[in-house]
């Protein structure tokens, strides 16, 4: 028997954020609830210089999550954000290297999030940020759509010094400090 690899992964975007592994299949399939209760603590993702700032922690909770089971794939134990979760073809996949999630403004209305290029399929976005309650991370979700290249999404005021990550489907994900 192989050795199996869960993956953690956000729903809305597919991105891998941690990996569990174990030396059989488990008896009955794990969830986030099993994984992540009551929150999915995420930090040391790189800013956009591909810099780690220690001090930035999201928390997610379960609904926000999703869990895949399958074989084992050794680099992701070291570098579990480089994978998505592809849901059409039910298998973990490589980001692509290249594509890097941008922040270009943070507004009272909104961020607006930048994928660089036009998006050639409508694109899922999430921001994570700190809120009122320090245990949860508020999340606020939105959509590139074809053609374009930005979307803002709506949040709340953000306090200077805080830190906004980033998941857009199918880009490396990133962490943006607010001036």
Do not use: C
């Not at 606020?140 to 949040?155: F, L, M, W």
């Amino acid at each position: 028997m192989s050795e199996q690899m869960s993956f953690v992964y956000v729903a809305l975007t597919g991105h891998v954020l941690s990996v569990i592994t174990s030396v059989g299949k488990a008896a009955t399939p794990l969830t986030p609830q099993d994984l992540a209760s009551p929150t999915l603590s995420v930090r040391f993702v790189p800013d956009e210089n591909d810099h780690f700032e220690n001090r930035a922690r999201f928390y997610l909770a379960p609904e926000e999550l999703g869990v895949f089971t399958a074989d084992k794939i050794d680099p992701a134990l070291f570098e579990p954000r480089s994978y998505y979760f592809d849901a059409d073809k039910k298998k973990v996949q490589t980001l692509p290297m290249t594509s890097i999630v941008k922040v270009t403004s943070i507004a009272s209305s909104g961020i607006t999030v930048d994928l660089g290029v036009s998006a050639v399929a409508d694109t899922n976005v999430l921001v994570a940020y700190a809120g009122s309650d320090p245990s949860k991370s508020e999340i606020a979700t939105g959509k590139v759509t074809i053609g374009t290249q930005t979307t803002n999404v709506p949040a709340t005021p953000l306090p200077s010094g805080s830190y906004i990550l980033t998941l857009a489907e199918g880009y490396l994900p990133r962490i943006h400090a607010v001036p």
